[in-house]
């Protein structure tokens, strides 16, 4: 038998005993016996970390993850232990899994960040065993492409004003009418009892669809001040043919969020203004390491105790526990430079009745959108 026939021997023999209910100390023998818990089976994707969620065994599950189970492997059906988890309501299993994801998650953004800063260190997210950032060198997944690649404005059949990009064959929404539920909740979380709601100075990272920014310029008292940071020069195309250009109190800044935050001092004409009172991020083909690096600044762009910050939170939005991963982490993140979110759920599934996604690969398809809104937490 060679090396690839006894795996495949073992990790059947490891996921059969589980799902026969065999005794926490007999899976660790078969473990020993060398086992792998990467093993997924064959017709329907099982791991052992799914067996173990599928017999509610929460004494099995935390031993595998000790032991090093894979906790975002998704069965052929798509579904990740934790889904199985939460399939069968058991919130102590799911939430198992899910602080396994945070834990393996925020680890690799550290050693992540060392690679960064030194260069004889060579981890890579491939390396690791993690689907969420799998590397993607199209425009979907690598903002130099995203800058490069050619951009459509359109409007469904519905009526649904889109933004498109082609990706190989495929076509992806930039952004999509459908998601102006979201951002109508947003500014009004941000803005409406915000105590400087008569003279705001907001800054907007990444235009899209201007559905935001339109909201902005709709409230009661405009902004005083109304930053946009926008790279595409298709997108800046139609901002000018939009005239926002010429609309009163708005700056467009030409090029992406790193250009302007990186400039020195009193240079970045970010810092120049003593700072803002509402900031939304929303940018394109940039991962959770760009938005992490992102609020590692806000202390430097908020004005004061009072300011609001909000982001797109759509990473990870095609799978509930992938979702609950990156809404805990970007959590800890903004407490780590000193903020507290409140989080508000949003019911997307009702914010455009006809089909939302036409020939657009999904990109956000659960039935709630978490809304965050960080303040400077009280010391
Ligand atoms: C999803 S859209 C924003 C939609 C917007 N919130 C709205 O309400 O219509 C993303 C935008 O971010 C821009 N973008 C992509 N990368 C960026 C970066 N590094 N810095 C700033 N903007 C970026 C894209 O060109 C695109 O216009």
Not at 23 to 42: E, M, R
Not at 329 to 335: F, M
Request: aromatic share 10%; hydrophobic share 40%; with cysteine.
């Amino acid at each position: 038998m060679d090396q690839v026939d006894a795996a495949t021997v073992l990790g059947e023999h490891l996921i059969n005993a589980i799902l026969e209910n065999a005794s926490v100390g007999t899976v660790k023998d078969i473990l020993k016996s060398g086992a792998p818990l990467w093993y997924q089976k064959g017709e329907e994707g099982m791991s052992p970390l799914h067996a173990a969620a599928y017999v509610q065994n929460e004494e099995l599950v935390v031993m595998l993850i000790e032991k090093g189970a894979v906790w975002n492997a998704v069965d052929n059906f798509k579904n990740t232990a934790g889904d199985i988890a939460l399939s069968f309501n058991n919130a102590g299993i799911y939430t198992r899994i899910r602080d396994a994801g945070i834990r393996a998650e925020m680890l690799l953004g550290i050693l992540n960040a060392r690679s960064d800063s030194d260069e004889s260190m060579d981890m890579d997210a491939e390396d690791g065993a993690l689907i969420l950032r799998e590397r993607d060198k199209t425009a979907t997944g690598s903002n130099t492409a995203f800058l490069e690649s050619k951009l459509r404005y359109t409007v469904d059949e519905h009526g649904q004003e889109i933004c498109m990009l082609k990706v190989g064959k495929e076509e992806v929404g930039v952004m999509m009418g459908w998601e102006k539920g979201i951002m109508e909740e947003t500014v009004k979380k941000l803005c409406d009892d915000h105590r400087n709601n008569e003279r705001l100075k907001v800054l907007n990272v990444g235009f899209g669809l201007g559905i935001i920014d339109t909201l902005f310029q709709s409230l009661p008292h405009p902004p005083t001040q109304h930053v946009i940071i926008e790279p595409h020069s298709d997108v800046l195309r139609h901002m000018r043919d939009l005239g926002w250009y010429s609309k009163p109190g708005v700056q467009i800044l030409e090029g992406k969020w790193q250009d302007f935050i990186n400039a020195d001092g009193d240079e970045s004409p970010l810092l120049a203004g003593g700072g803002f009172d509402v900031i939304y991020t929303d940018t394109f083909s940039e991962d959770y390491s760009d938005l992490h690096r992102f609020f590692e600044h806000l202390p430097d762009l908020l004005a004061g105790p009072e300011s609001r910050f909000s982001f797109f939170n759509g990473l990870g939005a095609t799978n509930a526990l992938f979702y609950d991963v990156y809404t805990h982490i970007a959590e800890l993140h903004l407490a780590e430079v000193g903020f507290d979110i409140e989080w508000s759920d949003v019911d997307v599934t009702s914010t455009f009745e006809e089909d939302r996604w036409g020939k657009s690969r999904e990109y956000f398809t659960l039935p709630f959108y978490r809304l965050p809104i960080a303040k400077m937490g009280m010391v």
